[in-house]
């Protein structure tokens, strides 16, 4: 079946899938699995959904097995099938999906059809965000509801395990549709969340600074994304502010007498000096007295610096910022 809405297009799952394993033009393929229990040795694989490209369109494939018999078919099916594409995206898909279903071909004596290929597990990859955007949990219906699309209909997989055993003995095909709309709407899910990647530019560093502020108390900067955000969002707490709408993100940090807190990975790598209120690299710190430092952690790994007219005028200097700082700062919204 043609998907012609709701699915990014090429381009974009290409731009993403490019910045996460630093290659471009991948065969990319979406695919969701239905099974019997969470056992790979006591249950069995009874459907799988996908969506790949075909003639340049995205295209939803599904395979059920009518009985427990046909789960070596659909596994043979389904590996001939990804032959075709070297890009798997899934969710929660290399905890799960992906062992489970190399176990069954294992089972069979059949060959893994993942061995080369590249995995994209939305899941893990997702998971920073789920206190940026305020998620109540990472389950994929979460997401979706963050995006607005609220408009899922059928049961859930632990739900559709009891239909597809009422589907086994009733061969009620009512039932079967109801069990393949679940995974429809999973697979077609995948595609809805993916640009929630564009989230984690922000994580990396990867904007242009197009304003910045100063007014007295508080540091404005205004950053450029290469990527729309597929829905606005706002959080932060007593020591910053972050918005972010299109491709817009605005950043506020309050100030403390006119200055402001430079952080920096590795604490390790530094000592924390309390009365001086900052941190040396260990390098330098060496012939200080004990008593007049500490570990540094990765609270307490910073230096101050004055928001003066040479940094609101330089650029580098204000993403150098923004890039140790704001990881930092990210780490503390709850």
Request: proline share 5%; hydrophobic share 35%.
């Amino acid at each position: 079946m043609p998907i012609l809405q709701g699915f990014p297009d090429f381009e974009t799952v290409n731009f993403f899938t490019g910045k996460f394993f630093r290659k471009y033009n991948f065969s990319p393929v979406f695919f969701d699995i239905e099974t019997t229990g969470l056992s790979r040795k006591t249950t069995y694989l009874y459907l799988v959904g996908a969506v790949g490209i075909e003639d340049e369109t995205w295209t939803f494939y599904q395979w059920m097995a009518e009985n427990s018999k046909e789960e070596e078919t659909i596994l043979r099916i389904f590996s001939q099938f990804l032959e075709q594409y070297d890009c798997l995206i899934s969710y929660n898909g290399e905890r799960f999906d992906q062992p489970y279903l190399e176990a069954r071909y294992e089972k069979y004596g059949l060959p893994s059809p993942f061995e080369g290929k590249i995995s994209l597990d939305l899941y893990l990859t997702l998971k920073p965000l789920k206190t940026l955007l305020k998620l109540p949990a990472m389950k994929q219906p979460c997401l979706e509801e963050f995006l607005g699309i609220k408009n899922r209909i059928y049961d859930n997989g632990k739900e559709c395990i009891q239909l597809y055993k009422d589907f086994l003995k009733k061969r009620d095909h009512v039932i079967s549709d109801e069990v393949l709309g679940h995974n429809l709407e999973d697979v077609l899910g995948l595609g809805r969340i993916f640009e929630m990647l564009g989230y984690l530019c922000i994580y990396n560093s990867e904007y242009e600074i197009t304003y910045v502020e100063f007014d007295g108390e508080n540091l404005i900067l205004e950053m450029k994304l290469p990527c729309k955000l597929p829905q606005k969002f706002s959080n932060g707490n007593e020591q910053f502010y972050l918005t972010g709408e299109d491709e817009l993100v605005k950043f506020i940090a309050k100030a403390e007498n006119s200055k402001l807190k430079q952080y920096y990975p590795n604490p390790k790598d530094y000592y924390y000096l309390p009365e001086e209120d900052s941190v040396i690299p260990k390098s330098l710190g060496s012939g200080i007295g004990k008593k007049h430092r500490k570990a540094a952690t990765k609270d307490t790994c910073y230096t101050w610096f004055a928001c003066s007219d040479a940094f609101l005028n330089n650029p580098l200097q204000q993403k150098e910022y923004l890039r140790h700082t704001l990881p930092y700062l990210l780490s503390t919204l709850k």
